[in-house]
């Protein structure tokens, strides 16, 4: 698992930047019902989509992160509106929200459990009527069907917490009804065979520990594929929309 707190300084730089977070808040906000006021976002990171959501008139955004410096960098874009929490235990009182997001969060929780509270506490700080938005499906959207992907198809599988049908279970569990999707695409997320390598050196794949044989072995056979530096195909992301009931 990545060190949220190292990877601050360069998360933005190495996830797409502005154009990967412009794609995602447009998709975000096209789920959003109207008159939507007030929004929290969990896990906001850097805050650098965060920050695009607070640009739509008349909404009025907090965020929320467990990572310390992850939440500095995000209160450096949104002054005072920034909270250092754990998404499985918000500091707000219910129904407090119209809308709440929580955009490439629930693929990282060690367990199963860790997701359904974290949806949980979505949906209890939302109000009857309003909606959760989250990603879903984000390993699966880095599989474009490259020869990265086939040379790495063979390490060892990581449960996907973030599964559509599993979190829609979840989703339902909390009171929350299907209400739409939307697709977004990555911005400059395309894997290269040599930025692939380097993501293998920092543990990005969390069931291949760097410095191993493992990592070795997949290290070797993609210092092999053509075109090194050649980015492939960016992944589309799966946004799914909810609305509380009650």
Not at 41 to 62: E, K, M, Y
Not at 83 to 104: I, Y
């Amino acid at each position: 698992m990545l060190d949220y707190d190292k990877e601050a300084e360069r998360y933005d730089a190495s996830r797409g930047g502005e154009p990967r977070a412009a794609a995602a808040a447009q998709a975000v906000l096209g789920l959003l019902p109207d008159g939507t006021r007030r929004l929290l976002d969990v896990a906001c990171g850097t805050g650098i989509v965060t920050r695009r959501l607070a640009g739509r008139d008349g909404l009025r955004v907090t965020g929320v992160d467990l990572a310390p410096a992850m939440a500095r960098q995000a209160a450096t874009r949104l002054p005072g509106a920034v909270v250092l929490a754990d998404g499985r235990r918000l500091p707000f009182p219910g129904n407090g929200f119209d809308a709440v997001t929580s955009v490439w969060l629930l693929h990282l929780a060690q367990s199963a459990q860790d997701v359904r509270t974290i949806v949980g506490e979505c949906a209890r700080v939302l109000r009857p009527g309003g909606v959760y938005v989250t990603t879903v499906d984000k390993g699966a959207a880095h599989n474009v069907g490259s020869d990265i992907d086939a040379v790495m198809a063979s390490r060892p599988p990581r449960p996907a917490r973030d599964a559509a049908e599993l979190v829609e279970s979840y989703a339902l569990g909390h009171g929350l009804v299907p209400a739409g999707g939307a697709g977004f695409t990555g911005h400059g997320q395309g894997r290269s065979p040599r930025r692939t390598m380097a993501d293998l050196r920092r543990g990005w794949f969390v069931t291949v520990p760097p410095g191993g044989a493992l990592a070795d072995g997949f290290a070797a056979r993609l210092a092999k594929l053509p075109d090194q530096d050649r980015p492939r195909p960016d992944p589309v992301f799966t946004l799914r929309a909810f609305r509380k009931t009650e």
